[in-house]
């Protein structure tokens, strides 16, 4: 008996799927690159999207109720999977960590929200491997400083992403100059975005400023992504941005600098597959910062780049 139980366990972790569950929709500015970054690593080693179950929350766009039954959904067919893939905060909080507690492994990518005071706050277990994300808002805004000095931040930001977005950048630069410069901006609805963005646009101190309103709400009170608001901040503010990752160019941002997401998907499929070989666990920090430029945008806003820029850190260009 014992040895047929054996044997049914085995067959589980053999043919049993690999639940994914990203935060965002399909082609979030900041899951999607995470995701095929994560994807094609281990295709190349042999997965086949069969060997995958990839679910997409939409928190951004998607009133809370529905997201609820989405994840009670998901979390009613856990038995279905051998481990669980995450991508970004939303999903570690309410798949990861309830998964992990079900003796699920759990892989994350893009958190945001320091690791440390998730593990003070939710009493994680130690089957939990993954990157945490980095903004390198420092090595960033020291590069621009050197490009167009660096007056005022303008930091828009909304509910839930936004926030721990803002508690990010609070971390990694409360200890340099430009932590002075930033103005926290909190934008809730389309109207707060029109009158703050003709604000800072109109305002000589702002030098530059970060889209983080990510999630607002729109006139008739329902939620709205940054792709069905990303024209506002594009018409109303005629400065340059930091964007954090070059998905933002693809959508008419200046971009300038910040985290490699295709990388730090790539990243986790690394762990994920060390892991699968070895059985053991690690959590480390984005390793890759790049700068790209969308060069229409650029040109817009009248931001000049000069040469040593161009050659010595420009990675990815939008024309």
Not at 42 to 47: L, R, S
Not at 78 to 86: E, T
Request: with cysteine; hydrophobic share 40%.
């Amino acid at each position: 008996m014992k040895f047929f139980i054996s044997i049914l366990l085995l067959c589980e972790l053999i043919f049993a799927k690999i639940l994914i569950v990203n935060s965002y929709s399909k082609h979030d500015q900041c899951g999607e690159p995470q995701l095929y970054g994560f994807l094609n690593s281990v295709y190349e080693k042999g997965y086949k999207r069969d060997d995958f179950d990839i679910y997409f929350l939409d928190t951004r766009a998607t009133p809370k109720e529905s997201v609820k039954k989405r994840v009670k959904d998901i979390l009613s067919n856990l038995n279905k999977y051998s481990s669980v893939v995450v991508i970004d905060d939303d999903a570690f909080k309410m798949v990861g960590i309830p998964a992990s507690k079900q003796g699920k492994h759990i892989f994350f990518s893009g958190l945001n929200y320091p690791y440390s005071r998730y593990e003070k706050e939710y009493n994680l277990t130690k089957n939990i491997s993954g990157v945490r994300e980095n903004i390198f808002a420092k090595k960033v805004l020291e590069v621009f400083n050197k490009i167009k000095p660096i007056k005022k931040i303008a930091f828009f930001y909304g509910n839930g992403v936004g926030k721990v977005l803002k508690l990010q950048i609070k971390l990694e630069l409360k200890d340099t100059k430009f932590f002075q410069m930033l103005d926290f901006i909190h934008i809730n609805n389309i109207e707060e975005l029109e009158r703050e963005t003709k604000r800072v646009n109109s305002d000589p101190k702002y030098t530059l400023f970060m889209p983080f309103a990510m999630s607002i709400y729109d006139k008739n009170g329902k939620k709205s992504s940054l792709k069905e608001h990303e024209y506002i901040f594009l018409n109303n503010i005629k400065k340059p941005d930091f964007s954090i990752n070059n998905i933002f160019t693809k959508l008419g941002f200046l971009g300038f600098g910040g985290a490699n997401f295709y990388q730090s998907g790539k990243q986790l499929a690394n762990i994920f597959l060390n892991y699968k070989k070895n059985h053991k666990q690690k959590i480390e920090d984005i390793k890759e910062c790049i700068f790209f430029i969308n060069v229409k945008r650029a040109k817009e806003v009248g931001f000049k780049m000069p040469k040593w820029f161009i050659k010595s850190y420009v990675k990815d260009y939008i024309w």
